[in-house]
């Protein structure tokens, strides 16, 4: 399922009947012309549409029964990462499955590290975050690449195997 947020309908020039119109030549019919896809117009600068937005992606977790679990470790992907002079390396992650822990191995693409921090959305340092909670963490040896996929290692040892593996064939995929 997927939901779409037209944004910036504040502008005088926002045209969003025709953001429907372009969409539904690939498919995505809006509900409103007796399709299936839900389509929100929201406005970020001026807070306008965003309860709607939130209610209809509560509806549609509700109907389609989604659910994560928040046992076992953690996997999900890697949203940005950046090098910040201080604190190194800092990706910030959004967890997808189960629990991420300070002191887990982590393996980003080829980046890898224990986790010494996470730092929730308001600054707060946090022990440990579940399923579909985003969180910056401290820890890794490298700058990991946006959409990447993380996992939790067993070990610092198979992490470092794992990243170093992941390197070797990223560079041997753009030499060949």
Known sequence: ?????????DRENAQPERVMQQLSE??????????????????????????????????????????????????????ESNLDIG????????????????????VAGAAWGRVRALIDDKGNQVKEAGPSTP???????????????FVIAPDEKTASKVASTREHWLRVATIG
């Open 1 to 9: 399922p997927i939901i779409v947020a037209i944004n910036k309908i």
């Open 87 to 106: 604190r190194g390396p800092v990706a910030t992650i959004l967890v997808q499955h189960g629990t991420l822990k300070v002191g887990d191995p982590l």
């Open 135 to 149: 969180v910056q963490v401290l820890g890794l040896n490298d700058v990991a690449v946006s959409g990447d996929r």
């Open 26 to 79: 690939y498919g995505l019919v809006p509900e409103a012309w007796s399709g299936d896809t839900v389509m929100v117009e929201v406005s970020a600068l001026q807070n306008l549409g965003i309860d709607d937005l939130l209610e209809n992606v509560l509806v549609l977790a509700e109907l389609e029964d989604l659910r994560s679990n928040a046992e076992g470790r953690a996997r999900g992907v890697v949203l």
